[in-house]
């Protein structure tokens, strides 16, 4: 079991009119990540509008909010009890017996136009062994192939710009992985949340995005830009790309600053609390009864 | 009330291996549209999965096909009793106040890349008053600058492309349109079906794309093209844009005839069928209590 | 007459390996553009190849460069006496008189995709009275649809991007003006260089990028993204676009510090030196016997 | 020595206003390439205005046509004595020692956005030996990549495009074959031409586009796409890329036909004409003296 402690405070200038927010910053509740404690501070006090998704666990908060400065102030306390499987036992499902709810992350998507791979995914990954092995080999190779950068895309970069100029941050990293599994029609989606144990080189820890790919009953993680253990994921949204799983959608005329996000995980082991650790088994943090 | 007959034929030719069809051609069942009688021929006989996807009433079918030709047939006679409202009464609805289930019809997808467009839409319709005027005339506009061609579009065309080429077909129209709405925060989505009243010099009938928009308690029907009246709209699928809303999405190498389509009209008075023709109503096919 | 002073002051550092830079930075060479002074200070002291492309005065420095600090210093006192012409006597040429040098920038090119907007500009600008004043309207639907932000855009930034986005700096009005007077068979072609005017509150001096249109028989200056006056441009490059005319193109692995740049102008009546105002009349800084 | 006898007939429908073309059709006349006898044909009669480009032999003719057919004929014999040189004596030119007018090949262009394949060409090919054999593995990594479809493309089709899709006609190997060169700082351009020696059930000989590298101390002819042999091409134009380097450009409402074109060989060995076929030599059809 992991124990994972998180915070996140957000700040907002709203100008002129009442604007609009739309959050996803709440822990997933899902059979496998249970929410031991969490609060949430909003300043000044307004009006909460919260509802899940049972889908995929994920929480949405709406905020209607009047000019000046908004707070959002949230702390978790999480526990992730992963489903574990063996990758020798995990193949992938042929299309015509997916569940009809996986279908739509087969599609392109506005980040993960896998329309456009065909080829050259079938090219790079078609004669490999299907199954588990095949999706780690295209994280790897995306990871192989891409630089990890600050500031090196944009909102607009797409999974085709990040294959051409092999440069980009964790979303970059996510949705070329994406795009290429849906190319080989491996069903593969976009997951956001917090993770524990990333180099502190690589800057303060920030929202991190990564990737989900259905195989055998199910969705197991993937950690395409390798900056930590899928192990130390807290699971936050869930989307076709990032289109659908920002954190924060905001209408209306607002400048934000930079988020403040801490993340400790509890290592206790006399009561069965371990720390991320790389894992060799698959992974998954959703079960395929969450929804049903 | 509106009665249609409808008569489809698809031709694929499958080569080498068992290939994957995912089919979306059945008349979609909603509140507002029945169907009265209907019909499905599979050449060479083949088992079936259909499933139907309740909020909009789409039914797809699954089918596993050996290498040879596969010919689907479908035959069906639909009633469409519309909802219809004035559009005087049709007000957008705020952001803070949209069905959860609407919020993913305000983020930009594939083809719809609204992200982009937000100054450009904001510039041309973002002074205009909100409501029902204000998609239709988001609609005129891109009617207005798009010139319909046949051929003049392929399947990576985006609404970014047809704003800037101002031509296409029908799927670039609703693209655009869907992608304008989006940047003002009108939800708006692409619903595809067969359309009667067309121009016979624009070619043979074919499968039709068209908009929703999101205004009061439900989704309202517009045509971009301008090639029927929207009361002559046979409703079958529904999705963000093409990639979700195919009629056909095929896992194979597989090779496709053109459709042969026709659709007729009862015209009986008497008995209270009218033929399809332009209505100065906001019409509606599909239900809000649909899906619930 | 004006008078400018200007002083360039550039600085790198070249890690690990020799590498190659050249230069567009010195004032260019016309019939209306004297050079009355310059100097050029290169640290550490190296050698430097010049030389000129006689048809725009451009002047092209390279140097290889060894590891460690490069400071490049250029200082110039130039006088511009621009041909004037008055706008109403300045016709468009016919495709099939222009001179052929003149051709290329008829084509489109790496940021100016010409060939995608040519409905487009028909549409927008195709009805207007050929001359001076459509490329005048080409410039000012550009400066009035696009709005002026540092950091906006990047070095892929494309004139489709600009029109789509409408938002850029200098490169990117250019570019979009370019773009579509070419779409509409108007040569046009990009230049950079340095602005005396711009308002301050613009941030600190920089190079400039502004457009050339080929009328009656020669360059005509166009500033598109109406930061300074015509009047006040010190020619450096000419191109088809950025891709042709930047001022340092590096071959390594290099980084740049910002470029230390100031001007001044001459105000002295008495010998003839103004400073540089709006002009109505339209302003050429090349001749059309430049390069003959 | 090579010689070719070539014919093209051309056709157009104008419409309604007299119309402008720039034609490139013309065989180029080099060092290397002699034109033994010619002939044109302009149906209706029309005044024609010639010129050539000393630097690379492309001639262009202008006409002014009023509406109605047009139809123009040309047919050449023509002489290649090409340069030849062992690859192995073939070396890379560092940037600091290029001709000027060689530097613009460096640079991206509309159709070759080397800029954004930095990384990817450096990973793909940076580590290879520089030279001639360099020049060839990035041709052969084209051509094994890319597969060969008639339609596959459109005039809008990049090499950043045709790296994605990895299918594509002549010019798009072509351009995918020259950004990816000038990526790793190889000078590239664009050449047209006739090809002799394809197999026909590619489909009726038409316009071809390939490859030039500038190596040693001149510019080497590659075929990515490998449907002729070099020593089968005919030069008639070049450029940056296919923007540069149309066999017609057309100003006006014209529809036009497709091109009918053929070409033969003379086998005359006691004379010295030998059929063209793969040669392991490196070959070039321009001198380094052509324009100077």
């Not at 998180?6 to 709203?14: A, F, Q």
């Not at 496998?32 to 995929?56: G, K, N």
């Not at 295209?138 to 710009?161: C, L, P």
Request: hydrophobic share 40%.
């Amino acid at each position: 079991m992991i124990r994972l402690n998180l915070s996140i405070e957000l700040r907002y200038e709203i100008a002129n009119h009442p604007s609009d927010f739309l959050f996803n910053i709440h822990a997933a509740q899902t059979r496998h990540q249970t929410i031991v404690a969490e609060s949430l501070q909003i300043t000044p006090p307004l009006m909460q509008v919260i509802y899940a998704d049972p889908a995929c666990g994920a929480r949405f908060m709406r905020l209607k909010v009047d000019p000046g400065t908004l707070i959002v102030g949230y702390t978790a306390t999480v526990d992730i009890n992963h489903h574990r499987e063996s990758p020798a036992h995990l193949s992938e499902v042929p299309v015509s017996r997916l569940p009809p709810s996986v279908m739509p992350y087969l599609y392109p998507s506005r980040y993960c136009q896998s329309d456009r791979l065909r080829r050259f995914a079938t090219r790079e990954f078609g004669h490999l062994q299907q199954g588990y092995w095949r999706a780690q080999a295209i994280q790897d190779w995306v990871r192989q192939r891409t630089t990890f950068m600050s500031g090196s895309s944009d909102v607009s970069t797409s999974a085709v710009d990040t294959l051409i100029e092999q440069v980009g941050v964790c979303r970059d990293f996510a949705h070329l992985m994406i795009a290429l599994c849906r190319a080989v029609n491996l069903p593969a989606r976009f997951v956001t949340g917090i993770d524990y144990g990333a180099d502190p080189a690589l800057g303060p820890t920030d929202f991190h995005a990564y990737v989900e790919v259905f195989l055998g009953d199910r969705w197991y993680l993937f950690e395409p830009s390798g900056v930590s253990p899928v192990m130390g994921l807290v699971r936050i949204g869930t989307g076709r790309d990032a289109a659908d799983a920002s954190f924060s959608t905001m209408f209306g005329a607002i400048t934000s600053g930079a988020p403040l996000i801490s993340i400790t995980a509890l290592h206790d082991e006399a009561n069965g609390f371990f720390l991320p650790q790389p894992s060799p088994d698959a992974l998954s943090s959703i079960s395929s009864m969450d929804g049903a």
